[in-house]
């Protein structure tokens, strides 16, 4: 048999692992693949609501002393402080982080295809889930990156948050809002070298995925081009895989790419 790669480079035994954003889509598959991989001692999947039952509480059930999930809403200052809070009692010391969170469109929330059609209030929303809740994700668990263990912080970004790659406009609100959010964590990237230096932060684009997120906008995609969630967690681990100190602060594609900020 052929030893089972390291999800992160020099890891050394099983990890604790956290995954925000694992109600569905392809943070439920990054949650069930971890689950799943010898290489993770703990996994800590998140979800807005409480995860009494529903796919959490499933692989919670089919993962016993493994998977472990915690509620979090990354809009809630309290929410935050809270997940801190109990990573500190279950004395986790997460190696790998990847938010999955994002907010393209819901109730009364569109992609805008002109400025005629930018409101205050989908700014407001697309900022609050899209750039502000993962810098403030990262500034609730850097405390606990501080155990000189090699590390990855990972969070979705998308290529429509690239200034230098954006040729068609529109949407306004999610492009901003992924592009400050490469910013916060750029920035957070740095001082994350300084706290430890076997840790690296990654901006990752994880393609166009079949997932509630893109289903209203996937006519123009072509068949090969529109990823399972499974495939794209796939892509994604792989990624992180590759990743060492040096790639610390990256903006990648779901094929190891780099992105044009």
């Given amino acids: 048999m052929h030893p089972t790669p390291p999800l992160i480079t020099g890891q050394q035994g099983p990890l604790d692992a956290l995954v925000v954003g694992a109600s569905g889509g392809i943070g439920l598959a990054l949650a069930r693949a971890l689950a799943a991989h010898p290489g993770v001692a703990r996994l800590f999947p998140t979800s807005r609501q409480a995860p009494a039952s529903g796919p959490l509480a499933d692989l919670a059930t089919d993962h016993p002393g493994v998977v472990h999930p915690l ?8 929410s935050l402080a809270g997940l801190t809070q109990r990573l500190r009692e279950a004395q986790a010391r997460p190696q790998l982080v990847i938010n999955c969170a994002g907010l393209l469109h819901g109730p009364g929330l569109r992609p805008e295809k002109s400025l005629a059609a930018l409101r205050r209030d989908a700014l407001a929303q697309a900022f609050a889930v899209n750039a502000i809740g993962p810098v403030l994700l990262a500034q609730a668990v850097a405390p606990l990156l501080r155990h000189r263990l090699p ?3 990972a969070s979705l970004s998308a ?61 123009s ?41």
């Fill in 159 to 219: 290529r429509v948050g690239s200034i230098g790659d954006n040729r068609l406009g529109g949407w306004y609100a999610y492009r901003a809002a992924k592009a400050a959010q490469n910013q916060l964590l750029k920035t957070f990237s740095i001082e994350l070298q300084r706290l430890n230096p076997q840790a690296c932060c990654l901006l990752l684009h994880p393609g166009t995925v079949d997932t509630e997120l893109s289903r209203p906008f996937q006519g």
């Fill in 221 to 261: 995609v072509a068949r090969e081009r529109l990823f399972s969630a499974d495939t794209a967690a796939g892509h994604l681990l792989a990624v992180i895989a590759a990743a060492t100190p040096a790639d610390n602060g990256r903006f990648i594609a779901w094929d190891g790419r780099d992105i044009a900020w």
């Fill in 71 to 78: 509620t979090l809403d990354l809009t809630d200052d309290d």
């Fill in 151 to 153: 590390a990855v912080f």
